[in-house]
């Protein structure tokens, strides 16, 4: 199974400022994800992370608000842009290995 | 827009009893059909999933229960345990081949000692 470490694992931000979220798997894997989960509630895909190209979005998602980059196969980050309270939420990376899909541990974003 | 519907949203279970949680998806995709236990203040964890090819799977005190044709799927906990107490979601593929799952609302457990 693949593990996945994402930084920070928490962080308070003012509106208006914008955040960085790393995500590092331990082996190389075709396919990683970006998903948001407001608490208590269910996962929301924002996108696909693709190597070598730009990331696909899916409806709601932008790429000015949500840039990503995945520069090999083993990182990625998510940039969460000109932020706003409504973007509170726990933001969570994912790898996908054969057929099986692993989460990280999340970052709980809080904006102020 | 694709939904997967699960149910219940609340279940509590005494110790050793089972515990059934279900979901139901829309689309034709064919892939993967995993389950998830989430711990607050935990990323989801993969526990057990299912290829759409075999109508069963069982992994120690959990099995997956799969039916194509109702387009429907199961998780069985038996013998449920204290430490089993979590939030658990279903996911079904958007599209085959994608890695996009769509997830349930999710089901809160608890197991009462």
């Known amino acids: 199974s693949a593990v996945i470490s994402q930084k920070p694992s928490r962080d308070i931000c003012q509106r208006g400022t914008s955040l960085t979220i790393q995500c590092q798997v331990d082996s190389q894997v075709t396919m990683m994800f970006w998903y948001r989960q407001q608490p208590g509630q269910s996962l929301t895909l924002i996108a696909t992370a693709n190597q070598g190209s730009e990331a696909t979005y899916e409806s709601g998602f932008v790429i000015d608000k949500f840039p990503i980059s995945r520069p090999n196969l083993t990182f990625s980050t998510l940039t969460v842009s000109n932020m706003s309270p409504e973007d509170s939420s726990i933001y969570l990376c994912?790898?996908?290995?054969?057929?099986?899909?692993?989460f990280g541990p999340g970052t709980r974003l809080t904006v102020t | 827009q694709q939904q997967v519907k699960q149910s219940p949203q609340s279940l509590i279970v005494q110790k050793g009893g089972i515990s059934i949680i279900n979901c139901a998806y829309e689309n034709t995709a064919f892939d993967y059909f995993p389950w998830y236990q989430q711990f607050p203040g935990k990323g989801p964890a993969l526990l057990i999933a299912?290829?759409?090819?075999?109508s069963e799977k069982k992994e120690g005190r959990f099995t997956i229960s799969f039916n194509k044709s109702a387009k429907q799927f199961s998780l069985h906990i038996m013998d449920s345990q204290p430490g089993d107490s979590a939030t658990y979601f279903c996911?079904?593929?958007?599209?085959?081949?994608?890695?996009?799952?769509?997830f349930g609302q999710g089901t809160t457990l608890q197991v009462k000692p």
């Open positions: 299912i290829r759409p090819d075999v």
């Open positions: 994912s790898a996908r290995q054969s057929y099986e899909q692993y």
């Open positions: 996911a079904a593929p958007a599209l085959s081949n994608t890695g996009k799952l769509i």
